[in-house]
């Protein structure tokens, strides 16, 4: 898949996972803020999913309760899985805005050789192979 010119902000996850960089991305997940088809049963079993399923907002950045016990534990599991703070990632909303941070996170994820997506899990494009270092 290329990156495309621009991203829609629904493909930043409540988490602070921007949708189009993970590798199940339209494989065949659709993005957490936009639907349940293609997710595997743990994604569908995300306690954080559920409680933003519960609350009136769609980022956890935005949360009276942030950064609470749940997001902290899931930063950590990414953290040490994928090199990916999605506490911080979910803190930029604030700060940021989401518009400034789905093109910074463009930047970050777009292959610099061929234009294609890398994917945080691997680091690397979906297109070509390039693999990035962070």
Not at 85 to 90: D, H, I, Q, W
Request: aromatic share 8%; net charge positive; glycine share 8%.
């Amino acid at each position: 898949m290329k990156m495309p010119d621009t991203i829609d902000s629904k493909l930043f996850a409540p988490c602070g996972v921007n949708c189009i960089s993970c590798e199940r991305y339209q494989n065949p997940c659709v993005g957490c803020l936009i639907g349940d088809d293609g997710k595997n049963k743990a994604s569908l079993k995300c306690k954080i999913k559920t409680c933003f399923d519960t609350k009136n907002f769609s980022y956890c950045g935005r949360c009276s309760e942030f950064p609470c016990p749940l997001m902290k534990k899931h930063s950590k599991k990414y953290v040490k899985r994928h090199d990916l703070n999605t506490l911080n990632s979910a803190k930029r909303i604030k700060t940021t805005g989401i518009g400034k941070m789905m093109m910074q996170d463009r930047e970050k994820w777009v292959c610099p050789e061929c234009g294609g997506v890398i994917h945080f899990q691997t680091k690397v494009c979906s297109e070509c192979g390039f693999k990035q270092n962070i």
